[in-house]
């Protein structure tokens, strides 16, 4: 006769539900897993090239040379570790951290399948696992700055269109964020130089034209 034993433990602060939701620190789970506290992964500081492992979730990088970082390659069956996640930043002062697929895998990212994707000096990226095993194999779900020098903003504006910024974008055309407005204001204006000029505006009613290097500030007029 076979014999199965069942042990059960009780913890502290350890609770689960018979619908499958476990909860720390709480009786009444709300979601799959409720944890009320804080929460750690793994932090790992690299010192050159590498290959992110099984129990890796946070990569920082401080080093004075290029480097590249390899994915593992995806796997099927029991060991797919669909949804893994991997946080890398790039804390150099000025060198690249290439992320690089396994093999012939590559990287969604969005509008392209790379095989690799380039950090920057200064940024981070997040990489998460979509569980394929052949193909596109991991998801570029974040590439941000980590850091901001001091003093320093950033402001992008763009079109949706493939072509650039020429004689044929439509005159006025204008995004605004918050109380910066951007304005594409043409390629012939009077009184100033030939090229195109942008006006920043910053509410309340006040532009700031910029062209070939020259800050002009007037007033903007009241509008009926």
Known sequence: MKRTTFLVCFLA?????????????????GSTLTVNGSFSTKYRLLTGSDTATATDEYLDYKGTSDITITLPAA?????NFEGRIYEIRNGSPGNTVTVQANGSETIDNHSSNPSSITIPAGFSAIFKSNGATSGSTWILTLLG???????????KYSLQTTSP?????????????????VRYAGTSPNAYQSGARFQFNLLPRTIIHFQDGYLAEEPEPLQA
């Open 13 to 29: 602060g350890f609770s689960f539900t018979l619908k499958g939701q476990v909860g720390i620190n709480t009786e009444n789970p």
């Open 165 to 181: 910024i020429n004689a044929s974008t439509p005159t006025n055309s204008e995004t605004c964020i918050g109380v910066i407005c």
């Open 75 to 79: 796997q099927s069956g029991n060991e």
């Open 145 to 155: 700055q980590s850091t901001i020098p001091t003093n320093e903003k950033t402001l």
